[in-house]
């Protein structure tokens, strides 16, 4: 799959080449499961990040005017090639971020979903004619690029998160330059090299990998020549880089953090709702935005969905992402551990009960025991900030009005679950959940042909679906006058 001396890339890929870092910088990537050394990788500073940005600038003018049918045809090789090379890609996320093979697997699929759906969506970029004030004038509206975007990518999901970020610019005819997580650069330069064998031209789609995003940020967020800054990551640094952006007036697309309720209705059908739970709780061992966070369980069913979860929990496998069967990984670094340590032991100190789990895992140094919390009260830490583990903090609640007020009483507003037969509750929830998606009676959401994104803290902007393309595209007016009577 790979062409460069490496089995896979690990310098940035600038104006079409591999570069090392001008500084001759390299950082190690390390795999979580084992904690060996996978690569190291060019470890980019500003004047990389700039060189990337003249390299996407340079070919803006040229990728904005090819048609939408050439912009679709790459992005549709581009595609084929994730699928045919679906095991490599994988087994390179499974080793940099430690989630199980077949998720890995799925999550390559997922990718080349966005590259799919926007090689489609390229064609769709229409215009609006509008009635005009007077009969010698036309009024038109066009649609077009942005310019140079920006994409700066999560560790969670190394590959999906930026193949859906560069489906959506490329078609919309911007070009980009990519910083990838620290923690996993190395899907990023394998999405690069399969872009440059389906055809994208040479600067159209930049990857600066670096230890260092403080200086990588700064000098994409300073630059006049990127007009839009598009992140996943968490609400702390989104933040940050608003404020940063605002110095030069971008567009931004922000998919910050969350803190989603799952909500269990007495007339739920339990056994689904526990299938559900499993699903959005447990997928990457915890570790995304739109996990299952606080559970509120109604009174009257707790006992019974209790013993539902815990017993899939206690049948999960946990084990490094190349054994059989293996369904929970790694979590992501000792940071990382340390977190769900914290917010476990801190629940239990203020009287939640440990139903399972609780401790570290066998596994391996970075590993986490799925556990399940009984009695947890809205304002432990646990409930109030995104866990990021594999652990479940049930919530007790007895009216439909107590789960929604409590489920909405958060800066957060990314995903939301909830299952119930009644369908007048179901639109109700649904109407009435402050989040930017919303679950009822299932917990996938994820789908390329669906808006992703989020409300309140959560950030703005969508991803995915016919919505996604506008992130990347400016509306112009155009007046046409004297045209006679
Ligand atoms: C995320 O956790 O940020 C993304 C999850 C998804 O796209 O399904």
């Given at each position: 799959?790979?062409?460069?001396?490496?089995?896979?890339?690990?310098?940035?890929?600038?104006?079409?080449?591999?570069?090392?870092?001008?500084?001759?910088?390299?950082?190690?990537?390390?795999?979580?499961?084992?904690?060996?050394?996978?690569?190291?990788?060019?470890?980019?500073?500003?004047?990389?990040?700039?060189?990337?940005?003249?390299?996407?600038?340079?070919?803006?003018?040229?990728?904005?005017?090819?048609?939408?049918?050439?912009?679709?045809?790459?992005?549709?090789?581009?595609?084929?090639?994730?699928?045919?090379?679906?095991?490599?890609?994988?087994?390179?996320?499974?080793?940099?971020?430690?989630?199980?093979?077949?998720?890995?697997?799925?999550?390559?699929?997922?990718?080349?979903?966005?590259?799919?759906?926007?090689?489609?969506?390229?064609?769709?970029?229409?215009?609006?004619?509008?009635?005009?004030?007077?009969?010698?004038?036309?009024?038109?509206?066009?649609?077009?690029?942005?310019?140079?975007?920006?994409?700066?990518?999560?560790?969670?999901?190394?590959?999906?998160?930026?193949?859906?970020?560069?489906?959506?610019?490329?078609?919309?005819?911007?070009?980009?330059?990519?910083?990838?997580?620290?923690?996993?650069?190395?899907?990023?330069?394998?999405?690069?090299?399969?872009?440059?064998?389906?055809?994208?031209?040479?600067?159209?789609?930049?990857?600066?990998?670096?230890?260092?995003?403080?200086?990588?940020?700064?000098?994409?967020?300073?630059?006049?020549?990127?007009?839009?800054?598009?992140?996943?990551?968490?609400t702390q640094?989104?933040?940050?880089?608003?404020?940063?952006?605002?110095?030069?007036?971008?567009?931004?697309?922000?998919?910050?953090g969350g803190n989603a309720p799952f909500i269990v209705?007495?007339?739920?059908?339990?056994?689904?709702?526990?299938?559900?739970l499993?699903?959005?709780k447990?997928?990457?061992?915890g570790q995304?935005?739109?996990c299952a966070n606080r559970i509120f369980v109604q009174a009257?069913?707790m006992e019974?969905f209790s013993?539902?979860v815990r017993?899939?929990v206690?049948?999960?496998?946990?084990?490094?992402?190349?054994?059989?069967?293996?369904?929970?990984?790694?979590l992501?670094?000792?940071n990382a551990v340390r977190k769900v340590e914290r917010l476990v032991d801190s629940a239990c100190r203020d009287g939640a009960k440990l139903v399972i789990g609780g401790e570290r895992h066998?596994?391996?140094?970075?590993?986490y025991t799925p556990t399940i919390l009984a009695n947890v009260q809205p304002r432990m830490d646990i409930a109030q900030e995104e866990i990021f583990g594999p652990v479940v903090a049930m919530i007790s609640f007895n009216?439909?009005?107590e789960a929604?007020s409590m489920a909405n009483d958060t800066p957060f507003?990314?995903?939301?679950?909830?299952?119930?037969?009644?369908?007048?509750?179901?639109?109700?929830?649904?109407?009435?959940?402050?989040?930017?998606?919303?679950?009822?009676?299932?917990?996938?959401?994820?789908?390329?042909?669906?808006?992703?994104?989020?409300?309140?803290?959560?950030?703005?902007?969508?991803?995915?679906?016919?919505?996604?393309?506008?992130?990347?595209?400016?509306?112009?007016?155009?007046?046409?006058?004297?045209?006679?009577?």
């Open positions: 799959m790979f062409d460069t001396e490496h089995s896979f890339p690990t310098q940035a890929f600038i104006g079409g080449r591999w570069e090392d870092a001008r500084d001759g910088r390299t950082f190690a990537v390390i795999d979580p499961a084992t904690g060996d050394l996978i690569a190291n990788v060019a470890d980019c500073s500003e004047a990389d990040t700039v060189s990337a940005i003249e390299a996407a600038h340079g070919a803006q003018a040229g990728w904005a005017s090819t048609t939408a049918a050439e912009r679709a045809t790459i992005l549709r090789r581009w595609r084929d090639l994730f699928v045919e090379h679906a095991d490599d890609l994988a087994t390179l996320l499974m080793r940099e971020n430690g989630k199980p093979f077949a998720e890995a697997r799925g999550e390559v699929l997922y990718g080349a979903s966005y590259l799919e759906w926007f090689s489609e969506e390229a064609r769709r970029v229409y215009g609006d004619i509008i009635p005009a004030p007077a009969g010698n004038k036309r009024v038109l509206v066009i649609r077009q690029p942005v310019g140079v975007c920006a994409a700066i990518t999560p560790w969670n999901f190394p590959n999906a998160m930026l193949s859906r970020k560069v489906a959506a610019a490329l078609a919309a005819g911007c070009t980009m330059v990519a910083k990838p997580a620290e923690d996993t650069p190395l899907s990023a330069l394998a999405i690069a090299n399969l872009g440059a064998q389906a055809g994208v031209p040479d600067g159209v789609f930049n990857v600066v990998p670096t230890s260092r995003p403080k200086l990588v940020g700064g000098a994409l967020t300073g630059s006049d020549l990127v007009r839009k800054i598009s992140f996943t990551g968490s640094v989104g933040r940050l880089l608003l404020e940063q952006a605002a110095g030069t007036i971008k567009k931004t697309s922000m998919e910050l209705f007495d007339d739920a059908d339990l056994e689904a709702a526990a299938d559900g499993m699903l959005s447990f997928r990457n061992a995304t935005c739109v009257g069913v019974k013993d539902l017993e899939r206690s049948r999960l496998k946990v084990a490094r992402g190349d054994v059989a069967g293996a369904d929970i990984g790694p992501i670094n000792a066998a596994a391996g140094e970075l590993f009216t439909e009005a929604i507003g990314l995903a939301a679950y909830a299952y119930t037969r009644d369908l007048g509750r179901a639109w109700r929830i649904g109407e009435r959940l402050d989040y930017g998606m919303v679950g009822i009676n299932d917990s996938a959401l994820s789908n390329a042909a669906a808006p992703f994104g989020g409300v309140k803290q959560s950030g703005m902007g969508r991803e995915g679906s016919r919505y996604g393309l506008d992130d990347y595209l400016e509306i112009k007016y155009l007046l046409m006058g004297g045209l006679g009577a």
